[in-house]
């Protein structure tokens, strides 16, 4: 019985990697609007984490924070330096915080992710669970880069976007509610349909109301 869900867990974790990598190599990954990508690749991060528990899910952020380093290093924009130590646009260069903007919030995400979904499945059922869980974890993601975007390039940010230092905060808020909306509800109706598709405990046994 543990050997068939251990297989079930590699199967399923590598089919949410598979995933991954071909949205990284089609335009779907990283959707560019204005000086921000918006992502949809940190549903399969989230995913993971309903599925699979939380090290999986952190397992699967550090893939998608490699993904984005690889991202702006191969096709970067005005803004890759802040993903990337290895871009230099307009004599504004990345350097190791940049890698710590590119991956730690996406392990953070797959860790708050998981840690959600055990607290919500206590108390609701499991679409419900996984869809709060996503809208969340969205959330948390999206502000955690961008406020470190601000704390450790303001300045060379706002340089390269062409706005006030000042008026950054304003911008990161207004990248939040519009792109991160987005990214927000397509979390939220991906973990909503798919464990309704698939249920969680056939997976990963646990002290879930369904």
């Not at 919500?120 to 955690?144: D, Y």
């Not at 950054?168 to 509610?177: C, E, H, K, Q, R």
Request: proline share 4%; hydrophobic share 55%; net charge positive.
């Amino acid at each position: 019985m543990k050997k068939s869900q251990n297989l079930k867990k590699m199967t399923l974790f590598a089919l949410f990697i598979a995933i991954e990598m071909m949205l990284l190599m089609t335009p779907f990954g990283y959707l560019r609007i204005g000086p921000i990508s918006a992502t949809l690749m940190h549903i399969p991060v989230i995913l993971a984490a309903i599925f699979l528990g939380t090290g999986y899910g952190a397992a699967l952020g550090l893939i998608f924070g490699i993904t984005s380093v690889i991202n702006a290093t191969m096709t970067p924009g005005i803004t890759s330096f802040v993903f990337s130590p290895f871009v230099t646009i307009g004599g504004m260069s990345g350097n190791f915080m940049s890698l710590v903007i590119a991956i730690v919030p996406r392990v953070l995400l797959g860790v708050i992710s998981g840690l959600l979904f055990q607290l919500f499945s206590r108390k609701m059922k499991t679409w419900t669970s996984a869809a709060l869980t996503a809208g969340i974890a969205t959330l948390c993601h999206t502000i955690m880069v961008l406020g470190l975007i601000v704390i450790c390039f303001g300045a060379d940010y706002s340089s390269a976007v062409g706005i006030a230092q000042n008026a950054l905060i304003g911008v990161m808020a207004y990248t939040v509610v519009t792109n991160g909306l987005f990214e927000l509800i397509l979390a939220s109706l991906c973990a909503l349909a798919l464990t309704k598709a698939i249920p969680v405990y056939s997976i990963r046994p646990a002290r879930v109301k369904v």
